[in-house]
């Protein structure tokens, strides 16, 4: 078995200077340490007169503290990168990772201001989903699947909408918009 902390020489030679990972681990974790806090001094399950998975500070306290794991294993995984002398100091060529980015941060726009509110929530979530995938997925499948494709995407759009809803609603006692 391999350690996750471990980077192989061909990937190492690619990858930025480790630098680069240690000051995004450092934002990472002041985020993440934000998070914690501010879930910490929401009101606790015994305020609320209700079982501990009501306390609304308990979902955003365990992204902060799965957030905050995370960027520690890159801050140790870049220390170590730097230790060994591996990484580019060059800069790094352009990527092409803007557009995709760009149109993630749209269709979660859509999601938020658009769709939220306007239509049951499991709808508004399943046409999110199923969209993210017909934008990601099906431009790279060859022209003759792209039908069985939709029918993917939008199966897996409703089945997250109605599992997202049902779980909030039913197991955290959260009402939906």
Do not use: H, K
């Not at 996750?4 to 974790?29: H, I, N």
């Not at 046409?127 to 934008?135: E, L």
């Amino acid at each position: 078995m391999t350690n996750p902390l471990d980077v192989p020489a061909s990937a190492a030679a690619e990858r930025l200077a480790p630098r680069v990972d240690l000051l995004t681990a450092a934002v990472l974790l002041v985020f993440a340490l934000a998070i914690v806090a501010i879930a910490l001094g929401m009101p606790t399950f015994r305020e609320r007169q209700g079982e501990i998975y009501v306390a609304p500070g308990l979902v955003p306290g365990l992204y902060g503290v799965v957030l905050a794991l995370l960027s520690a294993t890159l801050a140790l995984r870049a220390l170590r990168r730097a230790r060994l002398g591996l990484g580019r100091t060059a800069p790094p060529e352009p990527s092409g990772t803007a557009l995709p980015l760009a149109i993630v941060a749209v269709l979660g726009l859509i999601y938020c201001f658009g769709l939220i509110g306007r239509m049951p929530f499991w709808l508004a979530s399943a046409i999110f989903v199923a969209a993210f995938i017909v934008v990601f997925e099906l431009p790279a499948m060859p022209p003759a699947r792209r039908w069985r494709g939709f029918a993917t995407a939008a199966i897996q759009g409703v089945a997250t909408g109605a599992a997202v809803t049902l779980v909030f609603e039913r197991l955290f006692l959260v009402r939906l918009p």
